[in-house]
C-alpha cells in the first residue's frame, strides 16, 4: 500500500500507512524482512521514509546475529551501505552515561517518518 500511495504521490495516504507499519511492527515485534528491505530500495529513491525506516529497525532494534545472518546479495548494496552509515553516526553520538543512543522506531516524533510539502506540514 505505501509503495503504491508513494508512487501516486499520495503523501497523505503514504504517511497514514507509515504509520501503521511503525504500529504494528512493534505490536507484532516483528521488523522488515530480507526481501521487504530489497522491495522498498528497488521500489524507491534515495532518502525515503520507507528506506529510513528499513534501515533504523536494522541499526535501533535488530540483533547482531540478524545482520550477522544475510545472505550474499540478499539486500541492496545500498541498503547494507545506510545501515553502516547509521552505525557510524550512533557510534559519534553515542550517550557517554549510558553507551547507547539507540531509539526504536516507536519512540520517535510522530513525523519522523513522514512526507511533507505545502499541502501537508509537519505534525505539530
Not at 60 to 84: C, G, W
Request: hydrophobic share 30%.
Amino acid at each position: 500500500m505505501y509503495l503504491l500511495a508513494d508512487k501516486l504521490n499520495d503523501v497523505l495516504t503514504s504517511n497514514l500507512v507509515m504509520d501503521e507499519i511503525v504500529q504494528k511492527s512493534e505490536e507484532w515485534q516483528r521488523i522488515p524482512s530480507e526481501d521487504e528491505v530489497a522491495l522498498a530500495y528497488s521500489s524507491t529513491v534515495k532518502g525515503n521514509p520507507l528506506r529510513t525506516i528499513c534501515r533504523d529497525y536494522y541499526v535501533h532494534e535488530s540483533s547482531t546475529a540478524m545482520l550477522e545472518n544475510f545472505q550474499e546479495d540478499t539486500v541492496p548494496f545500498q541498503f547494507v551501505k545506510d545501515v553502516l552509515l547509521e552505525f557510524e553516526i550512533l557510534e559519534k553520538n553515542k550517550a557517554p552515561h549510558d553507551g547507547e543512543s539507540k531509539v526504536k522506531c516507536v519512540n520517535r516524533e510522530k513525523c519522523h517518518y513522514h512526507q511533507h510539502d505545502d499541502e501537508h506540514p509537519k505534525c505539530s
